[in-house]
Structure formats: structure tokens, C-alpha cells
């Protein structure tokens, strides 16, 4: 028989039971559309968290406060802080795989100005940090190196701080008050939206470090170094050439463990992949079990037509037709179903990843691969389940077939 007379045929019994046949294919149908949906969330968060890593700066490294030990417990990250501005001084001077080298200083509280008074972070660094950052100015301009150096109180607001200060006027040239010091306000930050966490990265203020450690501290150890490499592939040299300048700034002797941590967003974008990707391929694990459960069903309902089918199999085989004809026409409309189920999956799993998209807070990715594998395996679901009953109906005796009742 040729093939396109076999699908006519499989066709035709299929459409004879159309409430059966949707009933059927809808295992696959489920199946298909969750495997893609899962991937989908799972791809599109990874991307979102991938963007939110790299808004946190450029080819980063980021230096923190090691750990110390009291009584035999770790007292934890930040508690043997020992950096001082110096260092940043140093990494910048002598590391030929640095760009940029920014201290961070973190401080907080009420801050008074323009219609208001608002609480917020206040964040000391450097005037290369907006580089590090890969973050631009809305109006106004970014503090100097002349700045940091002589200590000037002066002031960049995040978009959230400077509608909530000042709504209704232009912030650039204003007074502001943080914990009763005075700054003037020179700029305003871009507005860059929140991190992966929900943080408002623009519920912030910046000023120079100097003066942050000066006035509102009034320590001298700062909380980080952000370090921004020359490019991706110089992270790994220059992360070996921060942790010798540090060790050396801190007087550490060979053998002693350092009294910092150097983290890269190749380490963050990493860790946060590998934990993304297995969620995606949980999520996808137990779509696939639909899948499974859709083909089942698939060879419940070919059983149930091979016994309904019984004497219209005798007289096809009693005319000349042979069992490899006969196995051919039910593998068929196995894989027909299968098929079908599987189109209708994919349509169903674009509209509703494009309704995520759209109308919700979820971003989704659909990957054409995994389209292509969820359509492939719901036909060797197809092949698979009904490949049983196929073989039963063409194993009947022709005779026992014709006397069935």
C-alpha cells in the first residue's frame, strides 16, 4: 500500500470517533505543551538572571571582607575586615589586566530635601564607578577624582530617590541632607529597574568614598572593591593579580589564608546557570511524565479499535490484504494521533508563552530545539504505544476474525 493511501485510510477511522480521537490525543497534547512551557520559564529566567548579573558591572570582580574565627565558630563573611582605600589604590596602580577599580562604602538613613524626607542607601565609591557599573547619567554630571580627593559633599541620586525628593523640580544644584550632613545634589542616575532579587537598584544615592568614610562613618575600612577587567577573557589574570596585591598590601605570609574573598561574574553567572538549567530540566523531567501518561492512553484506545475492528480486519485479510498491511494502517493512525496531538501542543504552548510575555511577569524563551524534540519524541510515543496493538490486529486469524461477534 502506498503511504499517502495509508494515511487516508488512517484518516478516515480517526475522524469516524472525533470525540475519541481528541480525547485521545489530548495526553500528547498536555504533554508536548508543558514540556515546551517548562523549558520555556526555566530558559527565560536563566536569561533574566544572566542580565541581571551583568547589570551588576562590566567584567567584574568584586573583593570582600574575609571570615574570622572566635572560639573555634566562623563568625562569617565581613567579620575580619581589614580594607582600606589604599588597596584600591594599589590594584589600580599596579594590576595591567585592571581597568577600573572603584572602593564601596555602604551607609543609610533618613535623607531630607526638596518637598521631603526619604530613607535610603547611601553608597561611597569611586568616580570610575559608573564604568564598572556600565551606568549612565540622566541629567547632571558624576562626581571627579578631584572630588573623591579633597572630600567635596556632593550627591547622585537614583531615580527613585530624586522623584521621591524632589517630584515636581529639577534636582541638579539642590540641598540634601543625609543623617543632618549636607550635600549638594549634582546628578541624577538613569533609571536601571530592579535586580533578579526585586531590589530597587535606584532607591540608592552615591557620593565619593572619601567622604562618605569621613562623614557618615567616620571609619577607615570600606565594605568592597569593585574591579572591572580589561575584558572577559583577562577576569582569571586579573583576579591572580588582585588577590597577590591584596596579600601583599595585608602583610599575609605564604601559607596564611587570606583575610578576603575575591568573587568574578564568571563565578556568579555560573552558579546561577547550573542552578537554572537543572530546574529546567526538572521542570521538563515531569512535563515528560504527560508525554508517557498521553501514550498510554494512545495504545488503551488502539486496543479498544482493534477489538471493535475484529471483523473488519477478517474481511480485509480474507480479500488478499496482508498482516504487514493491516499492522502498517494501525501504526498509522497511531502515529496520526500522535502527530496531531503534538501540532496542536506546540500552537497551544506559543500562545501561552506569548500570554506570559504579555500579560504576566514571567519571561519565557521558546527554544526551537526543544520544539523540534518534544514534536519527534510524541511520534515515537506514537510509534511506541502503537506498535502492540498494530501487531494483534495483524496476528488475528482471518477466520476467527470473520465469526467475531
Known sequence: MKWNRIQKIALQSIMKNKMRSILT????IIGVCSVIVMVAVGQGSQAQIEKQINSLGTNLLMVFPGSSNQGGVNRGAGSRNKMKLSDCEAILEEA??????????????????????WNSSVEGVS??????????????????????????????????VADELFPDMEAIGEKIRINNTPFTVIGVLEEKGQTGMGNDQDD????????????????????????????????????????EIMRREHDIDYGDDDDFMIRSQIEIT???????????????AIAGVSLIVGGIGIMNIMLVSVTERTREIGIRLSIGARSRDVLTQFLAESITLSFIGGIIGI?????????MNNFTGIYTIINPTIVFLSMAFSAAVGIFFGYYPARK????NPIDALRYE
Open 204 to 243: 540608592t544615592i552615591l557620593a565619593p568614598a572619601t567622604t562618605v568614610l569621613t562623614r557618615l562613618k567616620g571609619k577607615d575600612k570600606i565594605n568592597m572593591i569593585y574591579v572591572s577587567a580589561n575584558s572577559l577573557e583577562e577576569i582569571d589574570a586579573a583576579q591572580a593579580e588582585v588577590e
Open 96 to 117: 595591567v589586566h585592571v581597568k577600573y577599580v572603584s572602593a564601596s562604602v555602604r551607609s543609610g538613613g533618613q535623607i531630607i530635601g526638596g518637598t521631603g524626607n
Open 393 to 396: 490486529a495483524a496476528n488475528l
Open 347 to 355: 500552537l497551544l504552548a506559543v500562545g501561552i508563552s506569548l500570554f
Open 25 to 28: 490525543s489530548l495526553g500528547i
Open 270 to 284: 555560573k552558579m546561577a546557570s547550573e542552578t537554572s538549567e537543572t530546574l529546567t530540566l526538572l521542570l521538563a
Open 127 to 160: 568616580e570610575q564607578f559608573l564604568d564598572i557599573k556600565d551606568w549612565d547619567m540622566e541629567s547632571g554630571e558624576f562626581f571627579t577624582a578631584k572630588d573623591v580627593k579633597y572630600k567635596k559633599k556632593v550627591a547622585v541620586l537614583g531615580k527613585t
